[in-house]
Nanobody, 121 residues
Framework: VQLQASGGGLVQFGGSLRLSCAAS????????MGWYRQAPGKQRELVAI???????NYADSAKGRFTISRDNAKKTVYLQMNSLEPEDTAVYYC????????????????WGQGTLVTVSS
C-alpha cells in the first residue's frame, strides 16, 4: 500500500495549510489514519489520528488549531492546519493502518513520503 502526501509549503505566521494523503494499492480495509511530524533535531511525534469510526485524537499542540478528517471513498486523510506558528515547522508524515490482500489476510502500516511545512515568523 502506497501513500501520496501533498499540501505542504511555506506559510506566514497565523496562516493555514491543508495536507492530504491518499492511499493506493490492494486495500481491503483501512483502520486508523494519522499525521505525524518531525522537526529538525527532534523525534517524530503524533499530531492527530482518526479511527475508522471517526474518533479523533490530537496532540496538545494541535488541539483547537488543527482538524483531521478522512474520506473513506477516496481513501484519503486530511489535516487542516490553522493559526500556524513557527514551532509547527516540520516534515509532516501520514500513516495509515489497515488490512491488505483480496480477503484482507494481511495487515499493513504504511508511511507517506513526507511533506515539508515551513512557517515564517
Amino acid at each position: 500500500v502506497q501513500l501520496q502526501a501533498s499540501g505542504g509549503g511555506l506559510v506566514q505566521f497565523g496562516g493555514s495549510l491543508r495536507l492530504s494523503c491518499a492511499a493506493s494499492g490492494i486495500i481491503f480495509s483501512i483502520n486508523d489514519m494519522g499525521w505525524y511530524r518531525q522537526a529538525p533535531g527532534k523525534q517524530r511525534e503524533l499530531v492527530a489520528i482518526i479511527s475508522s469510526g471517526g474518533s479523533t485524537n490530537y496532540a496538545d499542540s494541535a488541539k483547537g488549531r488543527f482538524t483531521i478528517s478522512r474520506d473513506n471513498a477516496k481513501k484519503t486523510v486530511y489535516l487542516q492546519m490553522n493559526s500556524l506558528e513557527p514551532e509547527d515547522t516540520a516534515v509532516y508524515y501520514c500513516n495509515v493502518k489497515g488490512r491488505t490482500g483480496i480477503l484482507g489476510e494481511a495487515e499493513f502500516a504504511s508511511w507517506g513520503q513526507g511533506t515539508l511545512v515551513t512557517v515564517s515568523s
